[in-house]
């Protein structure tokens, strides 16, 4: 079976998708994955055939701000007003994305001739690219579904514009593969989704050693990242401030937004990297404190491991409520980012056994969720 897996290029929206091509390569099938060029490198090394299709994320956000007006001072998106950013991420997402995607994709199809199209949930002009060519799709999540959030609303809506634009009427009980636990799924998208296919999360990271000390230390260790996309150094210092005067290690990723210099000099029991092979590291991470993006909201879960949330933008928001209400972890929003608050949550979280209970419960959830293999065995069931 040829198979076609398509994602916007990005980590937290391409990485999710990996496990199963690389299952369905393994299983015999025929897999090209296509992104955008810049981010094919990083697809090679998981050993996929690549094609090139769409505009980063960063260039697309960079074309629709541009459109919208005079180029302003650049600040991360927790500090953009929603009447400002709401209007530019939907435009990102529901036509600057999409008309990228279906031109680009045809070629490719012609070259491919693809079975079936394995189209990450956020890439939709993947799957309008399908339904005009006349292939099957699938959408594959990568993370829960907020369906309440006025942003996600928003998107919603100019998705189906687009698509009317084009004549095609945006399937809502198209079949879904799922790598979300369906207890912290969103109700509303479980009862509007029929056809929801459960796969287990499996984190996936460029190879890499895993930093010195991580293997060999005495007490606890806390990992500390904003992602790879919005990173703020302000959030990043009251939290190493606020992690460092316990008695733990502190493991900071700063990811490709924020520069390790920036930071100052930090603490002897705090270490900063640029990047870490997160997949590796979180089976030896004691709590970890972070933005919200999925990956790694669904990758502690998968670890049974407490999480501090400090959302920044995006389903980040969507993901903490989340965690809180699963008992697994706690949330810091806006000016509530303190050095006190987050060595206070911190500890609190380190301790209580209830947390932790509850984190252990949850990843024998997604432990029981079919794995990439079983799932690469149902895709000839989807096309």
């Known amino acids: 079976m040829r198979l076609l897996f398509t994602s916007l290029g990005s980590f937290g929206h391409a990485f999710p998708l990996v496990p199963l091509a690389v299952a369905a390569r393994d299983a015999g099938h025929d897999v090209v994955f296509a992104t955008s060029e810049d981010f094919l490198p990083q697809l090679r090394k998981a050993g996929l055939e690549t094609a090139a299709a769409g505009l980063g994320i960063r260039d697309a956000f960079g074309r629709a701000f541009a459109e919208s007006g005079p180029p302003g001072p650049r600040r991360p998106p927790g500090e953009v007003p929603p009447?400002?950013?709401?209007?530019?991420?939907?435009?990102?997402f529901g036509e600057v994305m999409p008309e990228r995607f279906g031109a680009d994709l045809p070629p490719v199809f012609a070259r491919f001739r693809p079975d079936l199209v394995v189209s990450e949930s956020g890439n939709w002009g993947g799957v309008f690219a399908a339904l005009q060519a006349g292939l099957p799709a699938v959408s594959h999540g990568f993370g829960r579904v907020s369906t309440g959030d006025p942003m996600v609303t928003r998107i919603r809506e100019a998705i189906r514009e687009h698509g009317a634009s084009l004549g095609i009427q945006v399937p809502e009980a198209a079949s879904y593969i799922?790598?979300?636990?369906?207890?912290?799924?969103?109700?509303?998208?479980?009862?509007?989704?029929p056809r929801r296919v459960p796969l287990r999360p499996v984190g996936w990271s460029e190879?890499?050693?895993?930093?010195p000390g991580v293997l060999d230390r005495s007490r606890p260790l806390v990992y500390l990242t904003l992602g790879t996309?919005?990173?703020?150094?302000?959030?990043?210092?009251?939290?190493?401030?606020?992690?460092?005067?316990?008695?733990?290690?502190?493991?900071?990723?700063?990811?490709?937004?924020?520069?390790?210099?920036?930071?100052?000099?930090?603490?002897?029991?705090?270490?900063?990297?640029?990047?870490?092979?997160?997949?590796?590291?979180?089976?030896?991470?004691?709590?970890?404190?972070?933005?919200?993006?999925?990956?790694?909201?669904?990758?502690?879960?998968?670890?049974?491991?407490?999480?501090?949330?400090?959302?920044?933008?995006?389903?980040?928001?969507?993901?903490?409520?989340?965690?809180?209400?699963?008992?697994?972890?706690?949330?810091?929003?806006?000016?509530?980012?303190?050095?006190e608050a987050v060595a206070t949550q911190a500890r609190h979280l380190l301790t209580d056994t209830a947390v932790r209970d509850a984190a252990r419960a949850l990843a024998a959830e997604v432990a029981a969720m079919p794995s990439p293999a079983e799932v690469a065995a149902q895709l000839p069931t989807l096309a």
């Open 229 to 339: 996309a919005m990173g703020h150094a302000g959030v990043f210092g009251a939290a190493i401030t606020g992690l460092s005067g316990l008695d733990v290690d502190v493991l900071v990723a700063t990811g490709p937004t924020v520069d390790p210099a920036t930071l100052g000099e930090v603490p002897p029991n705090v270490r900063l990297e640029a990047w870490v092979p997160q997949a590796a590291l979180l089976p030896h991470v004691d709590l970890v404190v972070h933005h919200g993006g999925s990956g790694t909201t669904l990758g502690a879960f998968g670890a049974g491991l407490p999480q501090l949330l400090l959302p920044q933008g995006a389903d980040q928001f969507s993901n903490a409520d989340a965690v809180r209400a699963a008992g697994v972890g706690d949330r810091l929003l806006g000016t509530e980012v303190t050095a």
């Open 83 to 92: 009447e400002v950013l709401t209007p530019i991420v939907a435009k990102v």
């Open 178 to 193: 799922d790598i979300c636990p369906e207890s912290v799924q969103d109700p509303d998208f479980l009862a509007r989704t």
């Open 207 to 211: 190879p890499g050693e895993l930093p």
